[in-house]
């Protein structure tokens, strides 16, 4: 007998983790597997990927896109991204859809009493220079467009949801909070010995607002000082400021680990002490629930939904941007008193 569907949702984004890398796509991951178990959804998802992404077990539709032209210049490439979804949505006729980041853009208001905007880390209205609120500038004005098309909104919480309130006032758009959300590992977590270096893992994506700079400034400063060996920084991820790292040089305390699968990063927060995220903006890192998970301390940035996270009971909170706060954090004791 067929399974009765009472709802037919549409989840539209431009990548899936881990063919495309970034939280939101591993959101997209998450996601979709957890909705295509609930009993009466059919799930259709939307990406951009040649190939197929699920395991047919699970029964999701997968409708392909042609992906953004990196060459093209970016926001007007969401644009006509999301005219080429807008134009799946209407051959599926779904009941819900939701919409990562700008997915759902053009043409939106015809889908307005079923649209979901998870604009996630809002990164346009973080910047920290001058330069970064003008680059962030035609970001903000899209966004207005597409969040005040939507019926529902979603906040990851904390000083995002203020962002979004102020986004939406005047129309009919609501926001609602909805923290991120991670798998548990299947086994307890085991703590690494603690003779030897703190070893701190960092897990993103190398770009600038990352603070990969931040992290390498203090690891080059920590040998300066005469404390190679105090702290170890295993780098995973990869992105446009890896190339520039290697021409200037490693550091001898910083390792590069590549691009990990799940596995291997669950080998590596099991070998680490704790998580260091330096980055300049950020909506709810996905990261910081993995270290969690796995009962390690985190420092990270006090920026978007982080200080729902975090506070003096497992890690630190730290001003974004600012070497020397990192510095202190990184010198910090152990509760053992070895470091």
């Not at 998580?275 to 390690?296: I, S």
């Amino acid at each position: 007998m067929a399974a009765l569907v009472n709802m037919r949702i549409a989840l539209c984004t431009d990548g899936i983790y881990p063919l495309a890398m970034g939280g939101m796509q591993r959101h997209s991951r998450s996601l979709a597997e957890h909705l295509a178990r609930v009993p009466g959804i059919e799930l259709v998802v939307i990406h951009p990927h040649s190939e197929v992404v699920f395991d047919p077990a699970l029964g999701i539709q997968e409708v392909r896109v042609a992906p953004l032209d990196e060459a093209r210049t970016y926001l007007g490439e969401l644009y006509r991204y999301s005219g080429r979804v807008a134009i799946a949505l209407k051959g599926i006729r779904p009941n819900v859809i939701l919409s990562q980041g700008f997915c759902v853009w053009k043409d939106s208001a015809q889908f307005r009493d079923r649209l979901i905007v998870m604009p996630h880390g809002l990164e346009m209205f973080q910047g920290l220079s001058l330069k970064d609120r003008a680059i962030g500038l035609p970001f903000r004005w899209a966004l207005r467009r597409v969040v005040r098309r939507a019926s529902l909104v979603v906040s990851l919480g904390g000083k995002l949801t203020p962002m979004l309130q102020g986004l939406v006032q005047g129309s009919l758009t609501r926001v609602v909070v909805l923290p991120n959300a991670t798998e548990l590992p299947e086994h307890a977590p085991t703590y690494p010995p603690s003779p030897g270096p703190l070893e701190l893992l960092f897990v993103g994506r190398f770009a600038f607002n990352k603070g990969i700079d931040v992290l390498m400034s203090v690891a080059e400063r920590l040998i300066s000082e005469g404390k190679k060996d105090l702290v170890r920084f295993t780098l995973a991820g990869d992105g446009p400021e890896r190339a520039a790292m290697e021409r200037r040089g490693i550091p001898a305390n910083v390792v590069l680990a590549g691009r990990v699968d799940d596995a291997r990063l669950d080998e590596l927060f099991t070998a680490g002490h704790g998580l260091v995220l330096p980055t300049r903006f950020e909506g709810m890192p996905t990261v910081v629930l993995e270290a969690m998970a796995r009962a390690r301390p985190v420092i990270v940035s006090d920026v978007g939904a982080s200080a729902e996270l975090v506070d003096h009971s497992n890690g630190f909170l730290l001003p974004a941007g600012e070497p020397e706060a990192l510095h202190r954090a990184d010198h910090r004791p152990r509760r053992n008193g070895s470091r």
